[in-house]
């Protein structure tokens, strides 16, 4: 544990003085890495990075309810939850977890409503690197994550709708008044109007 | 932040070598401060701590649903978050959150299930301090957070059937198996059975 403090200690030396906010780069340990053929290795720790919200059964048509229900947690790393704090916006080397759990009830003394399940179901990572953002989805069971292709739909979406930067930041109760008062939100967001409470 | 850095491997330079575990002291800035009347100093950070996990509408009596929805987020302070991977246990100077936000549909582009409001409708703290659990609640608007009086009823229901020292990590998923291989889970708990998959 000490020698990882002194790793992340160690990459945040660098710091870089951007539109004058001071902003870390990210460290070798928070930074994308890939594998020979292009997969991203997916980050080991994301369960200590900074956590971005949980919905249930999140779904971007008015299909029917279901009861199987489905949690999608998200988290950023710390770095450049730091960075979007002071600027609004997304650094480069920024990675976004997608992470799935079925909600379980009743469990244990809880009698309604919903609980997270043990198992993951699944794990996404949305990625800006060289000022491009990319999607990879976990190969469960192993510790690498394919890229999705562009024509899978996720991009499209996410640079039609994303509230900032191609990213969903409207689901982002800690973020979304930042980047409002950053002026940083996307006129699409703008204009379809509903935000959240 | 370099400050706070700084500060913080300051603080984690004390290791305390407990149960042939190496176990890290809580260092200042995670530990519990307190003002001079006994209310507990809110942590500003604790969005940054590492999180435990979500509920949707969890509720102690199977009551009827309601079109409300509620959502509990559950963080812990890292060093404790570590320590309890280590050993299965919680350490002295340990802050369990509960942030309570509402749950919102349609909200943008999801028309389905729920997100987070941005608005916080409650915060509480469980607090471990020389050996002893007490729960706190924040009034809203301030920084303080008043001590629950242990006839609130917090404090029975979560020694009676608290999976792990008095705290319900039956529903916090990367620390049940943590409990289960380490062997710290309560008997009562074992008893109650029903335990998530």
Redesign the interface.
Known sequence: ??KR?GFV?GG?MV?VVALGH?V?SVPKGEAPAYTADGSLMAPAHY??W??L???????????Q?TEHHV?D?T?VN?IS??AFLATGRWQDGTTIVLEV????S??????????????VDAEEFHVKDKGKWSFYRLVMGTNSAKLLPVGAGCQA?HAA?G?VDET?V??Y??L??VAKAKGTVSEM?LK?G????
């Open positions: 544990m000490l403090l200690a945040l710091v001071a870390m369960r200590e900074v956590y919200s949980s919905g249930i059964d999140m779904a971007y048509t008015a299909s309810e949690f947690n988290f710390p939850y730091r759990r079925g909600g379980e009743p469990v244990s003394i809880n009698k309604r409503g919903s609980t997270q399940s043990v198992k979406c709708h509230a969903f409207q689901f109760p800690t979304l008044p967001y379809e509903q935000t959240s409470k």
